[in-house]
């Protein structure tokens, strides 16, 4: 599997007492695919930086291309840390992954959504239709819109755009009549293209993509790593950092992290129990 790494180059004047690692102490940080690898980086190269100024922790951007294959990297355990919430797949349980943090802003949920001035005017209007999802891999963006579709009787042909974007996209050019998404991603993404669009259905909501540790790296490195994510909006610069990776993509305040465990997101595991949905992958 092939994979971008995008590297960090941080200058750090200063560190404080409290950092735990040693200078060359570096750490895969894997994203899920949503965004393009270029809107990703600008997104989180900053927020890492942030973290080995006050740790000495070096985080490393790892992306894969697709969803799919970030799933695949998550579930052998490539990544040291991860934001994703696909770790809660029961395929994904061998690896381990313990969640860390949460992001303080807006819960997410599943939609399925078509544009302002498509004909289509409910789910059964897409009976026997193609309608676009990310990939197998998605969570909101298809596990949860295909269970319902399932649960309404309702068939459709998948068509798959590789991530949240890429199939927001394809809505966009009119290759699709209605998409499954993420309903942050899809709002964020209308508001920096400008696209007007409709949602057909939105399912609950669910806390949005966790941060998780693999179980190899130090409890003190995730400790550090954990604290400083979680102080950042309440410390002047870490602030600035995180309203400027924030307009990157349009995200909406509040920013920042907080502390976090499985406890959180048993919504996701309670969902994956009982999904109608076999072909998550």
């Keep these: 599997m092939k994979t971008f790494l995008i590297f960090l180059c941080v200058l750090t004047a200063y560190l404080p007492a409290t950092a735990l690692a040693k200078a060359d102490a570096n750490y895969s940080f894997g994203v899920l695919s949503q965004r393009s690898a270029v809107l990703t980086a600008q997104y989180w190269n900053p927020i ?119 199939i927001i996209g394809q809505l966009k050019a009119g290759r699709v009549i209605a998409a499954g998404v993420n309903s942050q991603v899809m709002k964020a993404f209308a508001a920096r293209e400008n696209l007007p669009y409709r949602v057909l259905w939105e399912s609950q909501l669910f806390l949005n993509i966790p941060i998780a540790a693999h179980p190899r790296v130090p409890l003190t490195v995730v400790d550090a790593v954990k604290a400083a994510l979680d102080g950042m909006d309440n410390d002047a610069e870490g602030a600035n950092i995180l309203a400027a990776s924030a307009a990157v993509i349009k995200q909406k305040p509040p920013f920042g992290f907080r502390a976090s465990s499985l406890a959180d997101y048993q919504s996701y595991i309670d969902f994956y129990q009982h999904t109608l949905v076999k072909d998550i992958r």
Excluded: C, H, W
């Design 48 to 166: 890492l930086g942030y973290v080995q100024s006050k740790t000495g922790v070096t985080l490393f951007l790892k992306l894969a291309r697709t969803a799919p294959d970030s799933n695949t990297a998550t579930e052998r355990g490539e990544y040291d840390f991860v934001y994703s919430n696909t770790i809660f797949q029961p395929k994904m349980a061998q690896a381990n992954y313990q969640v860390i943090l949460r992001p303080r802003d807006e819960a997410i949920a599943g939609q399925i959504v078509t544009l302002a001035d498509s004909p289509i005017q409910s789910l059964q209007d897409l009976a026997g239709k193609e309608v676009g999802f990310p990939s197998f891999a998605a969570f909101v963006g298809y596990a949860v819109p295909m269970d319902q579709l399932l649960r309404e009787n309702i068939s459709v042909t998948p068509v798959f755009g590789g991530n949240q974007e890429g």
